[in-house]
């Protein structure tokens, strides 16, 4: 029996990514930060600010120094950005 095994999970809709993901690209705005650093350990990474227009909905990522885990807001010109939005 030659039949084609097909995946069902190999094909996603735009229905099913709109759902996992929260709303359709479209729908957020990004802040993009190229170098903020750890006021704790000076660790300098890439922020990216996620905010949905139509959930309301916030994202950090990462929401935390992937160096030492601070959790608190990092620096950028030396201004803090804010407190972070914990996504759990």
Known sequence: M??????????????????VTGGAA???DTERYN????????????LVIGHNRVTGQTVWSPFQCPSCFYRGGPL????????P????
């Not at 170098?35 to 890439?46: D, G, M, R, T």
């Not at 939005?85 to 759990?88: A, E, G, K, T």
């Open 85 to 88: 939005v914990i996504p759990f």
């Open 26 to 28: 479209e729908d957020w």
């Open 2 to 19: 030659s039949e084609e095994r097909k995946d069902i999970h190999a094909e996603l809709t735009d229905e099913a990514v709109e759902k």
């Open 76 to 83: 950028y010109n030396g201004e803090p950005i804010g407190d």
């Open 35 to 46: 170098c903020v650093v750890c006021p704790n350990c000076q660790h300098v990474y890439h």
